[in-house]
């Protein structure tokens, strides 16, 4: 029974990690892409798609991945290249990606998906009480880890992640020394839409393998929540994602344990603990402010 | 190839103007390609899409009915984005403003009288802003991120509606179907043009949509709060050292956004829907956010965007009878327009060059 339940909160907390991971990188580098659940929604269409036609759910994650680059190469031209203001531009692509998702998808409404295979990782699937917890998983869920970690020393431990953050700090100062300010944001908002992407392929080859529309029910604006409250550090990304999961799964298992409470009520939650989470970090300051990227959500044009 | 912007030093009138022109002009070329894409002649279906639905009476009066809770919203938003104050929960609030509003023809069903519509409409006013106040003031008292907290609570807003209309709001008398009981015609709109050659089924929301357009008009433009609206948006900086209360001016364009977004709810349910449903909105309150853009926040220019965008929702419908076009392709279009609008905005504010590719230029 605790490992169904620990089972589910990692196939829960999983889509949030990989999307929230793309969306630190994103503004790190001071974009703002508010745009993280439309591009998670077209991944997992594109995702169910190919699925559908190839009968390959790893075909699949290549195309959700790409899927995710293209709508975000859109928001990048808009955004970054023709310096729109971000938070509109953002809203505009989830916007046309549910738009698009709900077309695209009309036809598969009631077909079975593909499932994505678990692999178990030889001998230590075999450990006592965590091995299959942890090393019977979706790959999804060893690549959310591994993206966890990369991220991490991407960021802090490499000269690239190094500039990354001072074009998201200090855009002139890092334009004034040489980098290309614009072409790294665009790689920054790239690799979010590319983790977007796969978070909405896990939603359709993992989660539920089937498609309904608007699946992605708001899991795209909570991992932007999540980099809030992660106040845009990978590892307390981690940590965060599997809060989550847990008050998602919580609510399917409250009642199984004779919880009596409507059901939208449990639904409810992990939205009402979103808003809670963000109140309980913004109070505290000194834990946010320190990393905010300081050019967050503004343009950069440069002068010439 | 690459792009540089080169800021204007004073941009016409006439650009400011064009620009929402040149955005729909874009957004029309690139569905006659999609249309094209998808096997239908693009002149045929821009015609069933943009023209269609305004040939026949019924169907202006759907106009009427789809615009008036886009214009709505939009004039309320239009006060919070010119305030740089992101209320992205419209869609929340309107649903809240209907459940507040609806509470008496479904709670006492007997009441009937004059007053019973105002009381309504003044209580769907409330219940968009007190939904626009939570996150105006976790915003203002602890800083939480307002564009994140007014979208989660558009969620819950939705979550509640479908317990009551499931749970205690379920009509008595109505085979447990998911829905309130009908409302009493003393709790209706009522219709604008109901008999004769040019009835329909379009109610007083339009009407109550162009008066507040106005008055938000006159109150951008004619009092200090519309002043201090304005400067907050363009200068934080200039809004302290003039003395502004920047918080005061969030939660206000909160609870106005709010109270308008809330309002449309109770217009659209007591007009055009006549009950509680799980679901009472086909998205009006994030349309809205475009048709407040494309109507560049200006409370005129969103009139006319509302009834643009509420074509989008008809047209759709329309291309989807005769065409055999997905409905769902408004929402792409709605998507497409918004971005359109945001990147014309681009080309007024900026000198735009594009040059291919020259290897050895520092960027």
Same mark, same amino acid.
Request: proline share 5%; with cysteine.
């Given at each position: 029974?605790?490992?169904?339940?620990?089972?589910?909160?990692?196939?829960?907390?999983?889509?949030?990690?990989?999307?929230?991971?793309?969306?630190?990188?994103?503004?790190?580098?001071?974009?703002?892409?508010?745009?993280?659940?439309?591009?998670?929604?077209?991944?997992?269409?594109?995702?169910?798609?190919?699925?559908?036609?190839?009968?390959?759910?790893?075909?699949?994650?290549?195309? +959700?991945? %790409?899927? !995710?680059?293209?709508? /975000? *190469?859109?928001?990048?031209?808009?955004?970054?290249?023709?310096? &729109?203001? @971000?938070?509109?531009?953002?809203?505009?692509?989830?916007?046309?990606?549910?738009?698009?998702?709900?077309?695209?998808?009309?036809?598969?409404?009631?077909?079975?998906?593909?499932?994505?295979?678990?692999?178990?990782?030889?001998?230590?699937?075999?450990?006592?009480?965590?091995?299959?917890?942890?090393?019977?998983?979706?790959?999804?869920?060893?690549?959310?880890?591994?993206?966890?970690?990369?991220?991490?020393?991407?960021?802090?431990?490499?000269?690239?992640?190094?500039?990354?953050?001072?074009?998201?700090?200090?855009?002139?100062?890092?334009?004034?020394?040489?980098?290309?300010?614009?072409?790294?944001?665009?790689? +920054?908002? %790239?690799? !979010?839409?590319?983790? /977007? *992407?796969?978070?909405?392929?896990?939603?359709?080859?993992?989660? &539920?393998? @089937?498609?309904?529309?608007?699946?992605?029910?708001?899991?795209?604006?909570?991992?932007?929540?999540?980099?809030?409250?992660?106040?845009?550090?990978?590892?307390?990304?981690?940590?965060?994602?599997?809060?989550?999961?847990?008050?998602?799964?919580?609510?399917?298992?409250?009642?199984?344990?004779?919880?009596?409470?409507?059901?939208?009520?449990?639904?409810?939650?992990?939205?009402?603990?979103?808003?809670?989470?963000?109140?309980?970090?913004?109070?505290?300051?000194?834990?946010?402010?320190?990393?905010?990227?300081?050019?967050?959500?503004?343009?950069?044009?440069?002068?010439? | 190839?690459?792009?540089?912007?080169?800021?204007?030093?004073?941009?016409?009138?006439?650009?400011?103007?064009?620009?929402?022109?040149?955005?729909?002009?874009?957004?029309?070329?690139?569905?006659?390609?999609?249309?094209?894409?998808?096997?239908?002649?693009?002149?045929?279906?821009?015609?069933?899409?943009?023209?269609?639905?305004?040939?026949?009476?019924?169907?202006?009066?759907?106009?009427?009915?789809?615009?008036?809770?886009?214009?709505?919203?939009?004039?309320?938003?239009?006060?919070?984005?010119?305030?740089?104050?992101?209320?992205?929960?419209?869609?929340?609030?309107?649903?809240?403003?209907?459940?507040?509003?609806?509470?008496?023809?479904?709670?006492?069903?007997?009441?009937?009288?004059?007053?019973?519509?105002?009381?309504?409409?003044?209580?769907?006013?409330?219940?968009?802003?007190?939904?626009?106040?939570?996150?105006?003031?976790?915003?203002?008292?602890?800083?939480?991120?307002?564009?994140?907290?007014?979208?989660?609570?558009?969620?819950?807003?939705?979550?509640?509606?479908?317990?009551?209309?499931?749970?205690?709001?379920?009509?008595?008398?109505?085979?447990?179907?998911?829905?309130?009981?009908?409302?009493?015609?003393?709790?209706?709109?009522?219709?604008?043009?109901?008999?004769?050659?040019?009835?329909?089924?379009?109610?007083?929301?339009?009407?109550?949509?162009?008066?507040?357009?106005?008055?938000?008009?006159?109150?951008?433009?004619?009092?200090?709060?519309?002043?201090?609206?304005?400067?907050?948006?363009?200068?934080?900086?200039?809004?302290?050292?003039?003395?502004?209360?920047?918080?005061?001016?969030?939660?206000?364009?909160?609870?106005?956004?709010?109270?308008?977004?809330?309002?449309?709810?109770?217009?659209?349910?007591?007009?055009?829907?006549?009950?509680?449903?799980?679901?009472?909105?086909?998205?009006?309150?994030?349309?809205?956010?475009?048709?407040?853009?494309?109507?560049?926040?200006?409370?005129?220019?969103?009139?006319?965007?509302?009834?643009?965008?509420?074509?989008?929702?008809?047209?759709?419908?329309?291309?989807?009878?005769?065409?055999?076009?997905?409905?769902?392709?408004?929402?792409?279009?709605?998507?497409?327009?918004?971005?359109?609008?945001?990147?014309?905005?681009?080309?007024?504010?900026?000198?735009?060059?594009?040059?291919?590719?020259?290897?050895?230029?520092?960027?």
């Amino acid at each position: 029974m605790i490992e169904a339940i620990l089972i589910s909160v990692i196939i829960a907390a999983t889509p949030i990690l990989i999307a929230a991971l793309g969306e630190v990188v994103a503004e790190r580098s001071g974009v703002l892409n508010l745009g993280v659940e439309g591009m998670m929604i077209v991944g997992a269409v594109t995702a169910f798609a190919t699925a559908q036609i190839t009968g390959s759910p790893y075909l699949a994650i290549l195309t +959700a991945a %790409l899927a !995710g680059v293209a709508m /975000a *190469g859109l928001f990048a031209i808009l955004a970054i290249w023709l310096a &729109t203001n @971000q938070v509109a531009t953002g809203l505009a692509l989830t916007l046309f990606g549910l738009g698009v998702a709900s077309l695209a998808g009309e036809s598969f409404v009631g077909r079975p998906g593909v499932k994505l295979g678990d692999i178990a990782v030889p001998y230590l699937s075999d450990l006592p009480y965590v091995g299959t917890v942890l090393f019977a998983q979706s790959p999804l869920f060893y690549l959310s880890i591994a993206l966890t970690v990369g991220v991490t020393v991407f960021l802090f431990r490499t000269r690239a992640g190094l500039r990354l953050r001072s074009v998201g700090d200090q855009p002139v100062a890092a334009h004034a020394l040489g980098l290309k300010v614009n072409r790294i944001r665009t790689l +920054a908002v %790239l690799f !979010g839409g590319l983790c /977007a *992407g796969i978070a909405g392929a896990q939603l359709t080859l993992v989660y &539920t393998p @089937q498609w309904i529309d608007g699946l992605s029910a708001g899991r795209g604006w909570i991992a932007l929540a999540l980099v809030v409250f992660a106040s845009w550090r990978p590892t307390r990304v981690l940590a965060g994602a599997y809060l989550f999961g847990a008050v998602t799964i919580a609510q399917f298992h409250a009642q199984a344990f004779g919880v009596d409470i409507p059901s939208q009520f449990l639904s409810a939650l992990p939205y009402l603990a979103t808003i809670l989470v963000l109140v309980i970090f913004a109070s505290n300051r000194r834990f946010t402010m320190v990393n905010t990227p300081a050019a967050l959500g503004r343009p950069f044009v440069p002068d010439r | 190839m690459r792009i540089d912007l080169r800021r204007r030093t004073n941009v016409p009138w006439w650009a400011e103007a064009l620009a929402p022109l040149l955005a729909f002009t874009v957004t029309l070329a690139i569905g006659s390609v999609m249309f094209a894409a998808s096997g239908k002649p693009p002149a045929a279906a821009l015609t069933a899409y943009f023209i269609e639905p305004l040939s026949e009476i019924w169907s202006i009066h759907e106009l009427a009915i789809k615009a008036a809770p886009l214009i709505i919203i939009a004039v309320g938003l239009s006060v919070a984005y010119r305030s740089n104050t992101w209320n992205i929960g419209a869609e929340g609030q309107f649903v809240a403003g209907a459940i507040t509003g609806a509470a008496i023809p479904v709670l006492f069903p007997g009441a009937t009288g004059v007053w019973v519509l105002p009381a309504m409409l003044a209580l769907g006013l409330l219940g968009g802003a007190a939904w626009g106040a939570i996150p105006g003031l976790l915003k203002t008292r602890f800083g939480a991120n307002e564009i994140l907290v007014s979208l989660m609570l558009v969620y819950v807003a939705q979550l509640l509606l479908d317990w009551l209309v499931r749970g205690p709001w379920r009509n008595p008398e109505g085979y447990n179907f998911p829905e309130t009981r009908f409302f009493d015609d003393s709790a209706r709109l009522p219709e604008l043009i109901a008999m004769g050659d040019y009835g329909g089924r379009a109610n007083f929301g339009i009407v109550i949509a162009l008066v507040l357009a106005a008055a938000t008009a006159i109150l951008l433009t004619r009092t200090k709060k519309g002043f201090e609206i304005k400067v907050t948006g363009a200068s934080p900086r200039a809004a302290r050292f003039a003395g502004f209360d920047q918080k005061a001016t969030t939660m206000f364009a909160f609870l106005f956004s709010g109270a308008l977004a809330g309002l449309a709810g109770i217009v659209e349910v007591a007009g055009a829907i006549g009950q509680l449903t799980p679901v009472i909105s086909p998205g009006y309150g994030f349309t809205a956010i475009i048709v407040a853009f494309l109507g560049r926040l200006h409370p005129i220019g969103i009139v006319i965007a509302g009834l643009v965008l509420a074509l989008t929702y008809l047209g759709g419908e329309a291309a989807q009878i005769s065409l055999g076009l997905s409905e769902k392709i408004a929402q792409v279009f709605q998507g497409v327009l918004l971005f359109a609008v945001l990147a014309s905005d681009t080309l007024v504010r900026y000198r735009v060059t594009v040059t291919a590719r020259g290897r050895g230029v520092p960027a």
